[in-house]
């Protein structure tokens, strides 16, 4: 199975939400689930597209 996860880079994300990861919580949670299903099917392929200015 290919899991394919879009995430959109967040240049200026409010100082509460600070990490290391700078994505919103939603692609934070969909990356989450695509590890959850790669994890779950070993011969699965996680692919993660971001874009970026």
């Known amino acids: 199975m290919n899991i ?3 995430m959109k880079y967040i240049s200026s994300i409010p100082t ?3 990490s290391r990861l700078p994505f919103s919580p939603s ?3 969909a990356l ?3 590890l ?3 994890m779950r099917n070993k011969d699965s392929k996680l ?3 971001s874009m970026s200015l």
């Open 32 to 34: 989450g689930m695509g």
């Open 4 to 6: 394919i996860v879009c």
């Open 36 to 38: 959850t299903l790669k």
């Open 16 to 18: 509460y939400m600070e």
């Open 47 to 49: 692919i993660v597209l």
């Open 27 to 29: 692609d934070r949670n």
